[in-house]
């Protein structure tokens, strides 16, 4: 009876508007714990993650994103849901910013996924390291309050949960190399040239 | 969870038909929302989920048999050959709700029989036995129309 299947159709276009209808439901009711989507970036397609407090979640392609929304069920709630309308002001201003038309995020920031001197690290990059600047692991690490600190803070770097919109591509080594990045280097570079132009 | 999400369309599909699955798609999933941190590690998600697929299609049809008014015959539709399997379909709306659900679960989810009848009460015999039913029962009505 394998026919069977074939008399109860499912269309993904079906799936998707319910889908979108639970999405909707859920967050009425105060049980959406982490909306998602994606959205097509010039550094590729970016996965964005949002709880209720705010963003909590960039990740790139080469982070693989069934790994990182997994991830993001651990740690932070099993209610994860594919919702693009929480994300809607995100994506508004990640367009803006590759369009050359914004130099700075504005959106609610959940930084639970950075704890410690990671966050002190990431706290100061995103208000003291401007668009079209760079500093290196040893300044930021004595931005940051501890100088020697500099390998903690290319771990902070490199464990970012928020790339782009806490900018850990402004961050290049002291000899002026550009030095890693999560999304890639040339991803890091892509951006650097964006800020710079 | 959102992998089953086509699996549990198509069992509430066959179990209840078209008019009334999408809502009990949309309160499967709420409630399994609701529940889902309650949910043990390593829980079979696809049994869980059909189960509350099962409890919400009786509400659905409970609902339904409440505000139930007679109506004249059903208009007769003459796109049916435009449709999917309709007579196939028909023949699964026909049969007894637990040959049914049986059938359902076990041929549209590949849920065992144990699980099946964890869900419909009795005995994973028993379950089979429905399902086995069922599927005699579509064959003759599908010879019959062929």
């Known amino acids: 009876m394998n026919d069977l299947l074939d008399a109860f159709p499912v269309e993904e276009s079906d799936v998707d508007r319910l889908r979108g209808r639970l999405a909707a439901a859920a967050e009425a009711e105060g049980i959406l714990d982490v909306a998602y989507r994606t959205v097509d970036t010039p550094v590729g397609p970016l996965l964005l993650a949002a709880t209720e407090q705010g963003l909590v979640r960039v990740a790139y392609p080469n982070q693989g994103h069934d790994a990182v929304l997994q991830a993001l069920a651990d740690r932070i709630s099993p209610r994860v849901l594919h919702a693009p309308a929480r994300l809607d002001p995100v994506v508004r201003q990640l367009d803006d910013y590759f369009a050359g038309r914004r130099r700075r995020f504005d959106v609610p920031l959940d930084w639970r996924l950075s704890t410690g001197f990671r966050s002190t690290v990431l706290h100061h990059l995103a208000s003291d390291v401007d668009y079209g600047r760079t500093a290196s692991y040893g300044a930021l690490a004595a931005l940051a309050g501890n100088p020697r600190a500099v390998r903690a803070v290319g771990t902070a770097c490199a464990t970012n949960p928020l790339p782009v919109v806490v900018p850990c591509h402004r961050v290049v080594r002291s000899d002026g190399a550009i030095g890693n990045y999560a999304g890639g280097v040339e991803a890091k570079r892509t951006l650097l040239d964006l800020e710079a132009a | ?146």
């Open chain 2, 1 to 146: 969870m959102a992998e089953f999400g086509p699996t549990v369309l198509r069992v509430v599909r066959a179990v209840l038909g078209p008019a009334d699955a999408d809502d009990a798609w949309s309160e499967t999933f709420l409630a399994a929302l609701r529940a889902y941190p309650q949910l043990p590690a390593g829980a079979n998600v696809e049994a869980w989920l059909v189960t509350i697929a099962h409890r919400k299609a009786i509400d659905v049809t409970r609902a339904a048999a409440r505000h139930a008014v007679p109506v004249a015959d059903p208009p007769e539709t003459g796109a049916e050959a435009d449709l999917p399997d309709l007579d196939l379909a028909a023949a699964v709306a026909a049969l007894p709700p637990k040959q049914r659900q049986a059938v359902a679960y076990h041929y549209l989810t590949g849920l065992p029989y144990a699980e099946i009848a964890e869900i419909l009460g009795g005995s994973a015999d028993a379950a089979r036995r429905a399902a086995a039913d069922g599927i005699a029962a579509l064959r003759r009505t599908i010879g019959a129309n062929r």
